[in-house]
């Protein structure tokens, strides 16, 4: 996931460069604004990004979900469906966390105190898989179905 | 925050210190914070959304765990929410039009978090309330589908096309969800009308809290709202394309 926000960080930035200023102008920034309205240095480090950043995030967003969409209107089977769902899910789910929701700015403590203790759900997930395969196989047997 | 000029020195150390693991270290192991760039509100909202992800995360897993252990044939999404349109049946359409009606919300509410940032509050309400709008627009439709499938047979316990876990999953999971977007809704408009008064350029006191706010509780707003949009993109891709 962190390397995909990077990757995706990248993508959004190298056209106009527009990013690398938003940045690393932070400090800046935040001088300008203590210094102009004497505000609490949380406001001081307001997420404020170009429009333009939002708009591309949300053109892909809508692109992903027609993707998505087509995998099911053309009736795509198997392994392949399912490869197709996953990655156009996790694709919009990292650009809605990393731009929507500002993750790509916040600092590393953060973001690891929120996106790590969700993996523990793919352990459940697992454990879940391997029962309900399990009373699938009971039933089949002693129900015939 | 001392006003000292900006090196280039100055800020690649700040830059790595955002980032790297080093940086992370030292911010868990320092006094009194450990989230340097957030406020105790969005803290708190995203450690609250964390606690979402479970719920979530616990109602999408036991409808896998229903739906693998079950004999019976899953009924199949793409036909029960086809529509038809012009005497023609499209597979999903509804479900499809909610998703982009979502992810439009999600693009007006990161604008409107911009504009609140930037002080340009009337601006800022105006797209809250479109939002809001949008929210509510999904809400509607996903009243139209409920209504759509409990006229066709659809209960808890059992429906006409296949396993009887279809209905429980289906009205717990788009249920749970359709409340948190109605909860979304509620609260947009509350914050939109508090902006669109200037209540934070005046220091106004909450009805509620009777504590001043501040414009960041747009941005905290937003997180909930980007997040609300974020479980959509599971459930579209687990219950109905699945």
């Not at chain 2, 320092?30 to 719920?55: E, H, N, P």
């Not at chain 2, 529509?83 to 999600?106: N, Q, R, Y």
């Not at chain 2, 809001?132 to 047979?153: D, N, P, R, Y």
Request: proline residues 3%; charged residues 15%; aromatic residues 16%.
């Amino acid at each position: 996931m962190g390397l995909h926000l990077r990757i995706l960080l990248s993508v959004v930035t190298s056209p106009t460069g527009e990013m690398m200023t938003a940045t690393t102008d932070d400090t800046t920034h935040s001088h300008v604004q203590v210094a102009q309205a004497a505000q609490p240095a949380a406001q001081a480090h307001g997420q404020q990004h170009p429009i333009k950043l939002y708009l591309l995030v949300w053109g892909l967003l809508f692109v992903l979900s027609a993707c998505s969409y087509l995998v099911d209107y053309f009736d795509f089977q198997g392994y392949l469906r399912w490869f197709l769902i996953v990655v156009f899910m996790l694709l919009k789910a990292g650009l809605i966390v990393a731009v929507f929701m500002h993750m790509a700015w916040e600092r590393l403590a953060l973001v690891v105190a929120i996106l790590a203790p969700p993996m523990a759900v793919l352990v459940l997930m697992a454990m879940m898989a391997w029962e309900g395969d399990y009373t699938n196989y009971l039933r089949v047997i002693f129900f015939g179905a | 925050m001392t006003a000292e000029p900006v090196t280039t020195e100055h800020v690649t150390t700040e830059l790595n210190l955002r980032s790297s693991l080093h940086g992370m270290v030292a911010d868990w192991s320092s006094d009194q914070r450990s989230f340097k760039s957030a406020s105790w509100g969005k803290a708190m909202m995203w450690i609250f959304l964390v606690s979402d992800t479970f719920v979530f995360s616990c109602f999408l897993i036991s409808y896998m765990t229903v739906r693998m252990s079950t004999t019976v044939e899953w009924p199949h999404p793409s036909e029960i929410f086809a529509l038809e349109i012009g005497g023609k049946k499209i597979p999903l359409i509804l479900i499809a039009i909610m998703t982009f009606d979502l992810i439009t919300s999600s693009g007006t509410m990161a604008m409107a978090v911009n504009f609140a940032y930037a002080r340009e509050r009337r601006k800022a309400a105006i797209l809250m309330l479109v939002t809001a709008f949008f929210g509510a627009a999904f809400v509607g439709m996903q009243a139209f589908e409920w209504t759509k499938l409990i006229h066709e047979g659809v209960r808890p316990w059992g429906n006409p096309f296949g396993a009887a876990q279809f209905g429980s999953s289906f009205f717990m999971i788009t249920g749970f969800h359709g409340f948190h977007v109605s909860i979304g809704v509620i609260f947009l408009l509350i914050i939109a009308r508090a902006v669109w008064r200037g209540d934070y350029d005046v220091g106004r006191r909450g009805f509620f809290t009777s504590r001043k706010g501040r414009y960041e509780i747009v941005e905290i707003m937003g997180l909930y709202w980007h997040f609300v949009d974020l479980v959509w993109v599971f459930i579209f891709a687990f219950f109905y394309l699945w």
